[in-house]
Nanobody
Framework: QVQLVESGGGLVQAGGSLRLSCSAS????????MAWYRQGPRMERELVAR????????NYAAAVRGRFAISTDDASDTLYLRMNRLKPEDTAVYFC?????????WGQGIQVTVSS
């Protein structure tokens, strides 16, 4: 069973930055897709950013485009989400997700709170 460990969340003022990390216990280079999702209070879980590994192709939700950036480090099997110019509406629990050929694995979720 692949394990994912998320870190980097917390409380930040509007306009600030955070970098989320998601470390996997299996090689992320063998995934077909890696992504970040978020779920705000009383909201549905939504896609934030997604990278199709082999293409490579990355897309972002309109609400974060130009402020957030997804990146990877294959050497440490880690997925990152750099979040700049954070807004109160970015407050949510953020989840990483990896898609391997035979399994889809989610992180445990990490809280990001942006104060106004």
């Amino acid at each position: 069973q692949v394990q994912l460990v998320e870190s980097g969340g917390g409380l930040v003022q509007a306009g600030g930055s955070l970098r989320l990390s998601c470390s996997a216990s299996a090689p992320i280079s063998s995934t077909s897709e890696m992504a970040w999702y978020r779920q705000g209070p009383r909201m549905e879980r939504e896609l934030v950013a997604r990278r199709i590994t082999m293409m490579p192709y990355t897309n972002y939700a309109a609400a974060v485009r130009g402020r957030f950036a997804i990146s990877t480090d294959d050497a440490s099997d880690t997925l990152y989400l750099r979040m700049n110019r954070l807004k109160p509406e970015d407050t949510a629990v953020y989840f990483c997700k990896f898609q391997w050929a035979d399994s889809e694995v989610w992180g445990q979720g990490i809280q990001v709170t942006v104060s106004s």
